[in-house]
């Protein structure tokens, strides 16, 4: 079973700086994919940023160049530092992992931490 525990996050005035980390646990060897995906109040869920176990990078068009995605991948760590921030980035943020190489095999499913809440506001 995969848990996923989110840190960080909280109020920041606009313009601000705040990170947002989860670890994920269980009995992983790697895992292929670990992002985060943010929903404001009345939207639906949205994709942030991911990144790959190569490394490789995506993220919304409404945050490149402010915030940065990284992992640990030999702690199964992701990190997310969001500079910059505006009033609408304020949601609840939630980790997420796919792919996951276990030593019972591979699991495809995507699993969620239980959110944080990230709110910009002066």
């Known amino acids: 079973q995969v848990q996923l525990v989110e840190s960080g996050g909280g109020l920041v005035q606009p313009g601000g700086s705040l990170r947002v980390s989860c670890a994920a646990s269980?009995?992983?060897?790697?895992?292929?994919?670990m992002g985060w995906y943010r929903q404001a109040l009345g939207k639906e869920r949205e994709l942030v940023a991911a990144?790959?176990?190569?490394?490789?990078?995506n993220y919304a068009d409404s945050v490149k160049g402010r915030f940065t995605i990284s992992r640990d991948s030999a702690k199964n760590t992701v990190t997310l530092q969001m500079n910059s921030l505006k009033p609408e980035d304020t949601a609840v943020y939630y980790c997420?992992?796919?792919?996951?190489?276990?030593?019972?095999?591979?699991?495809?499913?995507?699993?969620w931490g239980q959110g944080t809440q990230v709110t910009v506001s002066s």
């Open positions: 269980g009995s992983i060897f790697s895992i292929n994919v």
């Open positions: 990144i790959t176990r190569g490394g490789i990078t």
């Open positions: 997420s992992v796919a792919g996951i190489y276990s030593g019972t095999g591979y699991d495809p499913r995507n699993y």
